[in-house]
């Protein structure tokens, strides 16, 4: 109908035309909601015109002129600057990610990747731009995992998004060649320290220390851990949740694996028996800080308010909490413990995992298959043909 008279214009259904041109090398179909006639079609006709004229004179601003359309966000985001999309991104990620991942993740964009890239356009971000950027720092390469995560994750969704034509970390990662690091940071407490710490410990935090090296519990769940996860008749206890010092309630554990059941050894339920006296009748947590007589915030507290100073009391060198999970492997391993039984109290993916962190320990005396030749093989040994 007025295709010929009017070139980009055409009827798109009884209520609507559509006007067709290109902005940015990019060919733009938007409907307006005018009922097609010749009156309206001549307006339409005007309408492209100008938008045509504003395109050469550089003035054209599509959201304003199409505020609705998909294509407004599409060419506005050409405009985004990595930290308005990163801030964005970040504040829409929060009711969704566990409160310690949005904590670290806000640290990494605020603090590394917003100074280094923030001023710069979203879609000019280039592969060469964060290769350059990591290959100058003096990171480790889990380091530069865990910068590169958010801004990678961010990435992907600005491609399902519109806002950039392509991701591009998409399929790529950075490896530097490193020396392997010291024992994966295994620095466990002798026998000798430990019962120094625990020595020097009182009240619950005696018996605090007790369960820290006799469960491999990590802080934050130690933390969470309730007087319902404590299955007496079995002796078990149940770990399906974390408290850390960002989240203002438990969360679950980082894995699967992470909720498991571990055994209640001897020392362990003694522990807990102590424990009864003090926090069994006013709270559901096990553990409280003994200064406020109130549940431990977080993991974080206990190494500020208990942890250092009690190693300072004892006349042991420091090392974090995390260290007395190492010790209880380590211990374990070394006095023969079954390395799958291991994994399954660590909370490990796979026997693995816990073979690689602990190798060291595993014991060796010298006479290795020797009970299978006992059990299995001795009828091949000085047997003549």
């Not at 054209?60 to 405009?79: G, M």
């Not at 961010?154 to 024992?183: C, V």
């Not at 942890?307 to 420091?318: H, N, S």
Request: charged letters at 25%; glycine letters at 4%.
């Amino acid at each position: 109908m007025g295709g010929n008279k009017y070139p980009g214009v055409r009827e798109s259904s009884d209520s609507s035309i559509e006007i067709d041109f290109y902005y940015k090398g990019q060919r733009c179909r938007e409907r307006l909601p005018l009922k097609p006639s010749p009156v309206n079609l001549k307006k339409a006709s005007q309408h492209r015109a100008a938008i045509l004229n504003a395109i050469d004179a550089g003035t054209f601003d599509y959201s304003y002129t199409f505020p609705e359309s998909k294509n407004a966000l599409k060419f506005a985001s050409s405009q985004y600057t990595v930290k308005t999309y990163l801030t964005e991104w970040l504040t829409n990620k929060q009711p969704i990610l566990k409160a310690s991942t949005y904590n670290e993740y806000k640290k990494i964009i605020e603090h590394e990747i917003i100074p280094k890239f923030g001023d710069k356009l979203l879609a000019s971000l280039s592969r060469a731009d964060v290769r350059t950027w990591v290959a100058s720092m003096n990171w480790t390469n889990s380091r530069i995992s865990n910068i590169l995560s958010p801004l990678r994750t961010a990435l992907k969704e600005a491609t399902h998004d519109d806002l950039i034509q392509s991701n591009p970390l998409l399929g790529w990662s950075y490896r530097r060649n490193e020396a392997p690091e010291k024992e994966d940071h295994v620095d466990p407490f002798t026998q000798e320290e430990q019962q120094a710490i625990i020595n020097a410990a009182t009240g619950q935090i005696r018996n605090q220390c007790i369960v820290f090296f006799w469960t491999g519990m990590r802080t934050s769940e130690l933390v969470a851990l309730e007087w319902a996860d404590i299955d007496w008749a079995r002796k078990k206890i149940k770990i399906n949740k974390a408290k850390t010092e960002y989240a203002d309630s438990d969360e679950k554990t980082k894995t699967v694996k992470g909720r498991r059941e571990i055994d209640m050894l001897p020392p362990v339920e003694q522990a807990l028996i102590n424990q009864k006296q003090y926090t069994l009748l006013c709270n559901n947590k096990v553990f409280h800080d003994p200064n406020y007589n109130e549940p431990w915030k977080g993991d974080k507290a206990i190494r500020i308010r208990i942890w250092v100073p009690l190693l300072k009391k004892a006349g042991v060198r420091y090392r974090n909490p995390y260290q007395t999970r190492h010790t209880f492997a380590s211990m374990m391993l070394s006095a023969g413990e079954n390395l799958a039984w291991l994994s399954a109290q660590m909370g490990h993916s796979n026997v693995l995992i816990t073979a690689k962190i602990y190798a060291r320990w595993i014991p060796m005396d010298g006479k290795q298959g020797s009970k299978a030749l006992e059990l299995y093989g001795q009828h091949l040994v000085n047997t003549k043909k």
